[in-house]
Every structure is written in C-alpha cells, then in structure tokens.
C-alpha cells in the first residue's frame, strides 16, 4: 500500500518561512512526477509545485521566487521551501506524486499551512 506522509505544517507570520516535506513509502515503481497542490476552505485545489523524476520544476505564477520544490528519488521524499509567505497562501497543502507506466496518482492526507499575524 503506498503512502504519502507530509510533515511542515503551521502558523507563521507574513513574511515568515516554512518548509514542508513529504515521504513515499513501500514505492515499487518510478514516481514520474512529484508536486505540492494546496486547497483553501470553499475554493478549488491548485498546483503549488511540481517536479519530474529529472528534477525539471514548475510554479504556478503566484509562488514562483518565493517557494523551491525538490526531491530526493533515492528516498523518495519531496520537500517544499516557502519563503516570504502571505496570508493568501493559507490553505491546506497536500502531497501528490505520479507514476505513468503503470498510470498512478497518489495523494497524501494534507497538512495546514495558515499565514496570520
């Protein structure tokens, strides 16, 4: 069964940092692609962050400079590097990894990230 276990989560204050990370476990085949998504309380979840087995990122335009995705294939972990954060990056944060042959999306059970002074 795999599992997707993130950690990092808390309160920190505009312009603060925090760094999140998420571990893989009892993973058999090649985890294609890594990412960060995250979801606020009515609204839809978003890509953070991705990066593929080769270590090409991508952000969405509002984290970009701000936040640095990596990986690390031997553990199978992510980890998430926040910086300068805003309040309007409160939200929970959840770890995705996918595998293309065979077709797989794995999804962790999310940790709150809340920015308030």
């Known amino acids: 069964q795999v599992q997707l276990v993130e950690s990092g989560g808390g309160l920190v204050q505009p312009g603060g940092s925090l760094s999140l990370s998420c571990a893989v476990s009892?993973?058999?085949?090649?985890?294609?692609?890594m990412g960060w998504y995250r979801q606020a309380p009515g609204k839809q979840r978003e890509r953070v962050a991705t990066?593929?087995?080769?270590?090409?990122?991508n952000y969405r335009d509002s984290v970009k400079a701000r936040f640095t995705i990596s990986r690390d294939n031997a553990e199978n972990t992510v980890w998430l590097r926040m910086d300068s954060l805003k309040p309007e990056d409160t939200a929970i944060y959840y770890c995705?990894?996918?595998?293309?042959?065979?077709?797989?999306?794995?999804w962790g059970q999310g940790t709150q990230v809340t920015i308030s002074s």
């Open positions: 995705n990894a996918k595998t293309f042959i065979p077709q797989g999306d794995y």
């Open positions: 990066i593929t087995y080769r270590g090409t990122t």
């Open positions: 009892q993973n058999i085949n090649t985890i294609d692609v």
